[in-house]
């Protein structure tokens, strides 16, 4: 896929941008141009709205089984096209090939749980007695935009496009610029599947020109957003005034929390995953690892030496654990990070600089780096890093790493390690996140409420609360007198 030319998906067709003009498409593993992007503009969010409002009378009405029928073929073929879409995701992300397969698994299921979401989502009814009775219908909102970030590309997009479809809306989907490949892959896919033309158009691009335009479209009732905060920030104000309903999913500062009586052996199993896996580019990663100290040293000890073994290599080798860096600006952020733990004082245990894996050294590696020494509420400890770097800080009590778990402005999930279950349930209530995992980390049910408090978010997705986001309640009461 050298040379690789993307293009948009407007009205059930593939077409180039209207001003003519792409982005290169970088190889994270070799640091190589291998494609280009559309660089589309508000003429292609305008054209992808018209589409979408053309395609909107006839999906909204269509029967839910029908719905369900095109949503579950598209996972199908997601299913079916697994190995392409992981390896075309691979080479994009810079995430490993293995890694990328799973992702291909829940973007698939994602698909096929807001398949049957169709079916099942009702109205509600509620009876006064004998006066009256109340039933609310939940309509599909019109035209609705979903923007996503690059470190999940297609698990998230799809995340978002398939609850909005499987409501009845049409979309305007834009997929982050750097990781644009499967996306572009999916429009493919939904006709393959039988979407009608126009109920989801792809435009590629970047934030402040094609996302901004679906931000500002007065047509574009709804959105879904997942990236950074500081993007959630501008984005909530450019909505406000046309009082557009938002879903914001935004950034964290994640703590994990080892009490001495865990189970040492899976909390530091999993802590090394929570840390480190997708070059700890996931929203969830747990980015500060509170541990008690009487386990302090043997725990660091543990982590330390697990980071040391770990082999981080291009993307498409099925022994490594971690590949590249998504982008060369985020490389340089990451790296940025490190220089200021140390100038914040922190001793590094382990990385905490670049790697240059042999034939590929001009990709963008980071050695998972661990970092002690750093002051709960140092710069390092309180901003977003979002690579493969975690800090490791003791506690003494329970009320004290509440505190610390607590200080960001973030509040998206926490993990606790501990068997006493007292505590967990007592923890779990004072945390001011969005998700507490006990004694596990990743464990998705995609029925229950995802999103973050604070500045990690606004709304929830997933299950019905996704269902409800993506519709318009509507109370129609009937008098029974
Ligand atoms: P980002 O905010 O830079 O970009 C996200 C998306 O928004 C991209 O598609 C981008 O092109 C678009 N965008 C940028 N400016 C825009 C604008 N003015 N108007 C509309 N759209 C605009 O984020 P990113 O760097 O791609 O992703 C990393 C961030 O995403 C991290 O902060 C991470 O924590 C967060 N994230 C959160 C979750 C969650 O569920 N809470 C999940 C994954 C990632």
Redesign the pocket.
């Known amino acids: 896929m050298n040379n690789l030319q993307l293009s948009n998906f407007i009205g059930g067709e593939y077409s180039a941008p209207v001003n003519g003009a792409y982005l290169p498409l970088y190889n994270p593993a070799t640091g190589a141009a291998y494609g280009q992007v559309p660089d589309s503009s508000s003429a292609d969010v305008q054209a992808a709205y018209k589409a979408a409002k053309q395609a909107f009378p006839a999906w909204s009405v269509t029967p839910a089984e029908q719905r369900f029928q095109v949503l579950n073929r598209i996972a199908e073929l997601i299913d079916e096209r697994r190995e392409e879409l992981a390896r075309a995701e691979s080479k994009d992300q810079g995430k490993p090939v293995w890694l990328a397969r799973n992702e291909m698994i829940r973007s698939a299921q994602n698909f096929r749980f807001f398949a049957t979401a169709a079916m099942q989502f009702a109205s509600e009814s509620h009876a006064m007695e004998d006066k009256a009775i109340n039933y609310t219908l939940r309509q599909p909102i019109g035209v609705v935009g979903c923007?996503?970030?690059?470190?999940?590309p297609l698990y998230?997009f799809s995340w978002k496009i398939a609850p909005a479809l499987a409501a009845g809306n049409c979309v305007i989907a834009?997929?982050?610029?750097?990781t644009p490949v499967t996306a572009w892959m999916l429009g493919q896919i939904c006709q393959d599947a039988g979407l009608p033309a126009g109920v989801l158009n792809i435009v590629q691009g970047?934030?402040?020109s094609v996302?901004?335009s679906?931000?500002e479209h007065p047509g574009i009732k709804a959105i879904s957003?997942?990236?950074?905060?500081a993007?959630g920030k501008?984005?909530a104000a450019t909505a406000a005034p046309m009082f557009k309903k938002l879903s914001l999913?935004?950034?964290?500062k994640n703590p994990n929390m080892i009490f001495a009586d865990a189970q040492l052996d899976k909390a530091v199993k999993t802590t090394v995953s929570s840390s480190f896996l997708n070059q700890g580019e996931i929203?969830l990663c747990g980015s500060r690892v509170f541990i008690e100290r009487s386990v302090y040293e043997e725990v660091k000890t543990q982590l330390v030496q697990a980071a040391k073994e770990m082999k981080v290599g291009p993307p498409d080798a099925e022994d490594i654990r971690m590949g590249a860096i998504v982008s060369k600006p985020h490389y340089e952020k990451v790296l940025s990070y490190i220089e200021l733990a140390k100038q914040e004082g922190a001793t590094v245990l382990a990385g905490g600089l670049a790697v240059f894996p042999e034939g590929h050294e001009q990709g963008w590696y980071i050695a998972p780096t661990i970092l002690e020494n750093l002051a709960f509420d140092c710069r390092c400890n309180q901003e977003?890093i979002?690579g493969p770097v975690i800090t490791l800080t003791p506690f003494d009590t329970e009320e004290e790493v509440l505190m610390m778990a607590n200080s960001t402005e973030y509040g998206?999930a926490a993990t606790l390690w501990t068997e006493n279950l007292t505590r967990a349930h007592r923890m779990a209530s004072q945390l001011q996140m969005g998700i507490v995992w006990i004694n596990c980390w990743l464990l998705r049910d995609l029925r229950t409420p995802f999103?973050?408090a604070k500045s990690?978010?606004v709304g929830r997705e997933g299950g019905w609360e996704a269902m409800r986001f993506f519709t318009e309640p509507k109370n129609v009461c009937v008098s029974l007198s």
């Open positions: 923007i996503s970030p690059w470190n999940l998230l834009k997929p982050s610029e750097f970047l934030g402040p996302g901004q679906m931000v957003f997942t990236g950074g905060t993007t501008h984005l999913e935004l950034g964290g929203c977003e979002f998206l999103g973050g990690s978010g």
